[in-house]
């Protein structure tokens, strides 16, 4: 695909895949480079700027139709699925957790910003608990 974009934008490189880093790279090790970025703060953090966006893309989960009509597959693509998805939904939530004297925890839920009930965990002190929630 890069190799196919230079040639249209009438660019003569020598083309090399890289395992790892590849922002680090310039202007030592390449002049320039084509890197998969998702929000791009790698490299605005290693001070590269965006020439040319060589495709934009969305991620899409494909199964085979006969996979589907097979129910242990479906059931396995089902689960994968909600893996997935789990993965999604937690990379915008991150969970809270304190200990609190057991004589306040009501006080301490009904501050909380939980999605759910949050988890309440007996210590070894039993005048402490561990709150946990996921927000």
Known sequence: MTRRFLEQHGVNAEIEFSWDATEVKPPILADAIVDVSETGSSLRANDLKVMHVVLESTPRFIANHASLADDWKKGKI??????????????????????????????????????????????????????????
């Open 78 to 135: 089902e689960r994968l699925l909600m893996l997935l998805n789990g993965a999604i939904a937690a990379s915008t939530r991150v969970t809270l957790a304190m200990y609190v004297p057991k004589n306040r925890v009501a006080e301490v839920i009904g501050l909380l910003p939980a999605l759910a009930t949050p988890t309440v965990s007996t210590l070894a002190d039993e005048n402490w608990v561990d709150i946990s929630t996921m927000v």
